[in-house]
């Protein structure tokens, strides 16, 4: 069953402009990721928070999860056209390390 | 240098029609998966294999067949092909006790 659900499903904004994409999710996690997927290609992993952990940098990205709200949210700043791709969160909830996906936000950064 | 691949890109074949997906990872990985990803982009596990034994196997009909020979290599077999089966289909591999997945590139199905 899809565990995440993400908002918006679609987003487009000016290069240089920040772009924040929200997941929630239904059940107690191990962690979460954040992949991106550019058209046509495969998912490529951009980030993993532990539920332990509530914020998290990398480069221009800023995770932060909230445990209680079950939700988290992806922050992108100064964008660049070439971030145009979908954005996917990806709990991790058992011990099979079954990753279930949520349905994704399409970002599009106009040039 | 290619750290997940599949082969074929692209599938094109008729119902009824029974066809293989070859997915290879150099990266050492021993855990292997095989999703569904429909027209919505929403993308659902189908099988996951560790060190080539089954460990996830989500409802997926039994005309859908994962074969892993090694380690390094899980194909995936369907039998009497469906137009419901279009879609693109996608390889992953982790570390075991590592979350993070590497994705091949995916192969477009399509049934006509």
């Known amino acids: 069953s899809q565990q995440g659900e993400e908002d918006p499903q679609a987003l487009s904004i000016q290069e240089g402009e920040n772009a924040t994409m929200n997941c929630s999710y239904k059940?107690?996690?191990?962690?979460l990721q954040w992949y991106r997927q550019n058209s046509g290609r495969g998912l490529v992993h951009l980030i993993l928070?532990?539920?332990?952990?509530r914020e998290k940098h990398s480069g221009r990205l800023r995770v932060t999860l909230d445990t209680s709200k079950k939700s988290s949210s992806l922050l992108i700043t100064a964008s660049r056209a070439a971030d145009t791709a979908s954005y996917f969160c990806?709990?991790?909830?058992?011990?099979?390390?079954?990753?279930?996906f949520g349905s994704g936000t399409q970002l599009t950064v106009l040039p | 240098d290619t750290a997940v691949s599949q082969t074929p890109k692209y599938l094109v074949t008729q119902m009824g029609n029974d066809k293989s997906i070859k997915c290879e990872q150099n990266?050492?990985?021993?855990?292997m998966y095989w999703y569904k990803q429909d027209s919505k982009k929403f993308l659902k596990i189908m099988f996951s294999y560790n060190n080539k034994e089954l460990i996830i196997n989500e409802t997926v009909p039994n005309r859908f067949s994962p074969k892993s020979p090694d380690k390094a290599h899980l194909n995936l077999h369907i039998n009497s092909l469906e137009l419901g089966d279009s879609a693109v289909y996608f390889c992953?591999?982790?570390?075991?006790?590592?979350?993070?997945?590497?994705f091949g590139p995916g192969t477009r199905l399509t049934v006509t």
């Open positions: 990266l050492g990985h021993d855990t």
């Open positions: 992953a591999s982790s570390l075991r006790g590592e979350s993070e997945q590497y």
């Open positions: 059940t107690s996690i191990n962690n």
């Open positions: 990806a709990t991790d909830s058992g011990s099979a390390r079954q990753l279930t």
């Open positions: 928070i532990r539920s332990n952990e």
